[in-house]
């Protein structure tokens, strides 16, 4: 099996690669570091091919409420120790003028589920469509309903971010209490029905999720096409939650799952997320030589950057230096193939 899938990676069929299966999958996720060096190759070379640049993003973190119980996320409605913060639409359009004025266009309004989102969202969104044309405006807000879908996108917003998490309905269920992965995927549904552009993915490293699992959520993000944006990150143990004391999500491991989604998504936008880049410095960097094609930088106001920590209390915060590094590093490894 080892051997075949090997042959696999030399294919100049690309037809072969993405309609890989879930046994070429397990094996290639069982990778030593020599073959995942020829997993990264086809990965960078169908990169190359499919994509046309690297693209940086901007976050604006405009709320850290959250009614949810993610058992992952120190953001969680139990965490009552976390003070509590809210942006006002203004100050939300103002921090994409911070990201707009260094040419980044792509603006993504992250916030915790909270139940008072539209209330700033709208205004935010309708006033940044109307100053800056040509940003595009991706929303990451949880599961919510279809009119809160469609309210979104009435104002203009182009695409929303939702990952499933982990495609194993108990596992789901173990760490996200509050809802099942049934719920989840008729949100990825709505997203879609209401015609905004379904950005997905899932995260790598969760205690108890085997090589099978993550199989199927490589699979997943495939059978959620269009999709025109994705993620893999690994998992990072956050402080004051129930899963403090749990390992973090291995690095090498992650990085053979975005080749592996790379071959089987071609043209699926996947970043080289922060938690790459806090498990191992220059690991963002590393990201772009496996087929990732987008990096983020925080345009959150410092006031309120402590308060919004998605993966861990000294979250990695890229600056524009940065980023400029990783496009530039990306771009060195866009080879000719
Ligand atoms: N480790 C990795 N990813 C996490 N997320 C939240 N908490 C963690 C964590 N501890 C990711 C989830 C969520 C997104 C907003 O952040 O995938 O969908």
Redesign the pocket.
């Known amino acids: 099996m080892r051997e075949k899938t090997r042959e696999l990676l030399k294919t100049e069929h690309y037809t072969n690669l993405f309609s890989m299966d879930k046994d070429n999958i397990v094996e290639m996720l069982k990778f030593d570091e020599k073959d995942a060096e020829e997993l990264f190759r086809k990965a960078r070379e169908v990169r190359s091919k499919y994509m046309e640049k690297f693209v940086v993003r901007g976050v604006v973190e405009a709320s850290n409420y959250c009614r949810a119980k993610?058992l992952?996320?120190s953001m969680n409605a139990g965490n009552e120790k976390l003070p509590r913060y809210r942006m006002s639409a203004d100050e939300i359009v103002k921090s994409a003028w911070k990201g707009y004025n260094h040419d980044i266009k792509m603006i993504l309004l992250q916030t915790g589920e909270d139940p008072l989102f539209l209330d700033y969202m709208i205004p935010a969104i309708k006033r940044i469509k109307s100053e800056m044309p040509d940003a595009e405006i991706i929303c990451?807000n949880g599961e919510r309903t279809e009119k809160e879908y469609q309210a979104l996108k009435d104002a203009g917003a182009d695409k929303y971010i939702l990952?499933f998490?982990t495609s194993n309905p108990e596992l789901y269920k173990k760490y996200r209490p509050h809802s099942t992965l049934e719920k989840r995927l008729n949100c990825a549904h709505l997203i879609k029905k209401v015609g905004l552009g379904l950005g997905t993915?899932f995260?790598i490293g969760l205690p108890g999720q085997t090589d099978e699992d993550i199989a199927n959520d490589i699979l997943m993000i495939k059978n959620l096409q269009p999709t025109p944006m994705a993620s893999a990150?690994?998992?990072?143990?956050?402080k004051g939650t129930e899963l403090e004391n749990e390992k973090a999500g291995d690095l090498f491991y992650s990085f053979k799952v975005v080749g592996i989604s790379r071959l089987i998504n071609p043209s699926v936008c996947m970043p080289a997320c922060s938690?790459y880049e806090y498990l191992k410095k220059g690991g963002q960097i590393d990201g772009t030589g496996i087929g990732c094609t987008s990096v983020t930088i925080r345009l959150t106001p410092d006031k309120y950057r402590d308060l919004y920590q998605?993966?861990t209390n000294d979250r990695i915060t890229i600056n524009l230096d940065m980023a400029k590094e990783v496009v530039e590093a990306a771009h060195a490894n866009w080879e000719n193939f």
């Not at 990150?233 to 956050?238: H, K, L, R, V, W």
């Open positions: 993610c992952y996320c990451c990952k998490e993915g995260i990150c690994p998992f990072i143990p956050n938690p998605l993966y």
